[in-house]
Structures are given as C-alpha cells and as structure tokens.
C-alpha cells in the first residue's frame, strides 16, 4: 500500500526529551529549593515551630553557624586567588610562562610545589591561580603541584604551623611530605600524552581565550589611567570570582552537612590504632574542610588522643583535599583527573601517617 499523501507520527529524539527535561527542571527545582530554605531557615528561627520539628531547631542553627564558619573563613583566600588569578591573565604573557618553567617533568613538579612562597594562598585561592597558569601553557605537572602544595607551602602557613606546635620540626615535616606527595600527584598525573584528557572543558576554553586575548601593559598612560592596570584587573576577577563561589559555597554545604549530621564522636573514638587512627584523621580532615591557616590549630588539639601520624596526615592531606577544594577541583580538571587525584593523595598520606607511626615514634 502506497503511503504517498500519509504524515508520520513525530517522535521526539532523545536529545530533545532531555532538553525538554532540562527545561522542566529548570523550572521546577529554583521554586523547590527556595521552599526547602525557607522551610529550613523557619524551623532555625525557633518561631512557632510544631513540637515535632523542636529537635532539628538546633542542628540547623548548628548547620547555619557552620556553614558560615567555612564559608566566610574561605571567602577572604578565595578572592585572593582570583585576584592573583586576573594578575597572571592580563599581565603575564603565556611566552613568559614556558620560558621560566622547566621542561623536566620532576623539576615543573617541583618549581610548581614551590610557587606558593610567592603566591601565599590556601587551596581556595589555589584552584583559581592553577586554572589561569595552565591556561597560559604552563606545564601540567607544574599547575597540579602548585595546587596541591600552595595551600601549605606559603609564608602565612609555616608562620600559623610553628605558633601552634612551637617547633619548626614539626614544621619540616608538613612542608616536607606535601612537597613529596605534590611532585609524585604532579608527574603521574601530569604526563597524560594531551592537556584534553586531565583538563575540564572550562579550563580548555581558556585556553582557547588566551590564545587571542589582546596584550595589556602596566604602563599607567597605555592602560588608561593610573588606575587602569587596578581597574582591568577588578573587572576580571569579578567574573571569575562569582564563577569560582558557587562551587565554593557547595562544597561549604556539604562540610556542614557533614559536620552536622554526622556524629564525630564515632570517629574520634576509631583513632588509636597505627594505621585506622590515620584513616580517621585523613577522613576528618576532608570533612572538616578547615582553611590551611588555621588547621595547625585544630590539629593540635588531637595531639593527645591521635597517634602523631594521624596527626601529621591531618595536617598533609586536609589542604590537598577536602570536601571544597574537590568541588574547585573540578572547575580546572575533568572528573576522572580529579578521582585519580584524589585517590593519589589520599594513598600517599596514609602511607606517609602509618610509616612515621611504625618507624618514627
């Protein structure tokens, strides 16, 4: 039978069910969220709360100080790190880059880890600065070093590590396996035949960006102004800086989650053992998601029910990896990097906490 003159029935391909499910959601989950915190910040304010919800009154204002706590802690190091992230894009010429970086795989890896004394910034300001320096071709061992070691081997940090401990051992020891585990993260990771796979596609596009961004200058006439170099550099970083904290503030959420949710109690009490005290530690560190400059203090604080291993795991890992950083993470490398990072890091400072448990104390 001929079906000439017949119109065939349109079945939608999959590509447009799941744009019609991305515009769905799109405009269902903003109302659905706005109604989940409306509905969290009324049961926080203890105002005419029904009895059955009284007990989640205070965990939420738990959660609320939390979240703040991490999020106002981080916000100052993370507008630094896109500050010095605007500096490098506009002034520091991807020619310049490739020349001062070595070409030896071990010594990027190291000159990365090192950078932090001149760019002190945790590992919010870390990620942003990474970004930019790989996206002016600098070498991938040396941008993965740099943002693992950073949040660590900066001024501030060593200053913050020896007030609380009061030996610079101590010191040296935290300086020195987080430079260790950086350069070992940064060549395994950073020998991937192509940028493609360890980079996200955001990182790629700024490489694409850079390669026909316009040259700028410092030169105050040339820049429009005295203040023309301050000007270029703010109008950047704020674009950056709002990209940078939204994944900021997720991470900051599921730390306070955690925090609240989760009883620590049940994990201090894991730590005695030489290799399961470690574990807990690194675990905890990743959960607390506590700023590099004010861990050493916190750190302390488990000196007399942690082994020193675990201790010093805390201290190595915590600003490597946490619970924000690995969201950051990913603004800069894809999700399968990002694992393999992680996992790396996290193998690394077990190993280096159970080794100076067995051998060291």
Known sequence: MSTAGKTRPIVPTTSARQNGLGRLLGRVLPPLLALVLALGVWIASDIAVPEALAPL????????????????????????????????????????????????????????????????????????ATRRLLAKGAPMPAGIAFALAAPVINPIVIISTFVAFGTWQMVAWRM???????????????????????????????EDLDADAPAYTLDPVAAGGFFGPVRQV??????????????????AILAAGLQTFVPQPALTALGSGPVLSVVVMIVLAAVLSICST??????????NTFTP????????FGPMIDIKSTLLLTTTFNRRTVAVIVLLCFQLALLAGVLMNMFLV
């Open 176 to 206: 020195g396996l987080t430079i260790l585990i950086a350069v070992i993260v940064g060549v395994l990771v950073g020998m991937a035949p192509r940028r493609e796979m360890v980079l996200s596609p955001a990182a790629l596009g700024l």
């Open 234 to 251: 703010l109008a950047h970083a704020n674009t950056e800086f709002f990209e940078m904290s939204r994944y900021l503030i997720a991470g």
């Open 57 to 128: 009154t205070g965990r939420l204002q738990g959660f609320v100080t939390i979240f703040l706590g991490i999020f106002i802690e981080a916000l100052p190091f993370l507008m630094a790190g896109v500050l010095v992230s605007s500096a490098i894009q506009l002034f520091v010429t991807p020619e310049r880059i490739q020349q001062l970086s070595p070409r030896n795989p071990i010594l990027a890896a190291l000159a990365g880890s090192l950078l932090g004394l001149a760019f002190p910034v945790c590992e919010c300001g870390s990620i942003p």
């Open 309 to 316: 291993g675990a201790v010093m795991a805390f201290l190595v």
């Open 294 to 303: 004010v861990d050493s203090f916190i750190a302390l604080s488990f000196v």
